[in-house]
């Protein structure tokens, strides 16, 4: 070393105010590590993701029973419209009419009964319409569906060897439980199955014994 720098020391760090660590004869600060900052900010993330998580889950359960119900509400009200759009051509009856008609779904009108309902025979007023009165059994889970298909494909359908169904009845009977029935013409010579399977009356007497031949069993097939 020569000239101005003569008397200088090996290092000279003068002016870097920021400068921290390194060996011991530099005599500098210790460095501080900023961690409280980033122990916040995760804090705050953990909070945040324990507090949204729940509503997530909620809003997600509200949003499939909001659509559950809407599904629901839209099967009523198409089933509403589709008998609505031909009202022209359907009789008005209400709960009371049906229990009128049917002598209070008396057993001596019971024509028969299956798995979704029963059904009864009964004269409508006031031009005295003998018809056939299928009550459905609500308690059951898959009633209502079974209701809408059947009318929705009923209203659709005019073949000669269907029987033809001539209004249905969605409303609530006297105690307010929900009731639903459809109303078919009354076929008088019996059913289908009494013609294919004649049995003889419980008193021996075989005198009404329907029998088919196998040409008209043919072209029923």
Same mark, same amino acid.
């Given at each position: 070393?020569?000239?101005?720098?003569?008397?200088?020391?090996?290092?000279?760090?003068?002016? #870097?105010?920021? =400068?921290?660590?390194?060996?011991?004869?530099?005599?500098?600060?210790?460095? %501080?590590?900023? *961690?409280?900052?980033?122990?916040?900010?995760?804090?705050?993330?953990?909070?945040?993701?324990? =507090?949204?998580?729940?509503?997530?889950?909620?809003?997600? %359960?509200?949003?499939?029973?909001?659509?559950?119900?809407?599904?629901?509400?839209?099967?009523?009200?198409?089933?509403?419209?589709?008998?609505?759009?031909?009202?022209?051509?359907?009789?008005?009856?209400?709960?009371? #009419?049906?229990?009128?008609?049917?002598?209070?779904?008396?057993?001596?009108?019971?024509?028969?009964?299956?798995?979704?309902?029963?059904?009864?025979?009964?004269?409508?007023?006031? #031009?005295?319409?003998? %018809?056939?009165?299928? %009550?459905?059994?609500? *308690?059951?889970?898959?009633?209502?569906?079974?209701?809408?298909?059947?009318?929705?494909?009923?209203?659709?359908?005019?073949?000669?060897?269907?029987?033809?169904?001539?209004?249905?009845?969605?409303?609530?009977?006297?105690?307010?439980?929900?009731?639903?029935?459809?109303?078919?013409?009354?076929?008088?010579?019996?059913?289908?199955?009494?013609?294919?399977?004649?049995?003889? *009356?419980?008193?021996?007497?075989?005198?009404?014994?329907?029998?088919?031949?196998?040409?008209? *069993?043919?072209?029923?097939?």
């Amino acid at each position: 070393r020569e000239g101005a720098f003569l008397n200088a020391t090996a290092i000279s760090l003068s002016g #870097n105010k920021r =400068l921290c660590g390194g060996i011991p004869q530099l005599k500098l600060p210790r460095c %501080v590590a900023n *961690r409280s900052k980033n122990g916040k900010t995760s804090l705050g993330v953990k909070l945040m993701i324990a =507090l949204l998580t729940p509503l997530l889950v909620l809003g997600f %359960v509200m949003s499939i029973l909001v659509i559950n119900r809407l599904r629901k509400t839209n099967r009523q009200s198409s089933l509403a419209s589709s008998l609505s759009s031909k009202q022209e051509l359907l009789l008005k009856v209400s709960y009371r #009419n049906l229990h009128k008609a049917t002598g209070g779904f008396s057993s001596a009108n019971l024509i028969g009964a299956g798995s979704f309902g029963s059904v009864y025979r009964g004269i409508l007023d006031p #031009n005295e319409t003998v %018809v056939a009165v299928k %009550v459905l059994f609500m *308690r059951q889970r898959k009633t209502l569906k079974s209701f809408m298909a059947e009318c929705e494909i009923l209203k659709n359908i005019r073949h000669r060897n269907l029987v033809k169904i001539l209004t249905a009845c969605s409303s609530v009977d006297f105690q307010g439980n929900d009731f639903k029935a459809l109303v078919y013409e009354f076929m008088p010579n019996g059913t289908l199955e009494s013609w294919l399977h004649p049995f003889p *009356r419980t008193n021996g007497i075989d005198e009404d014994l329907k029998i088919l031949s196998f040409h008209q *069993r043919l072209n029923i097939a």
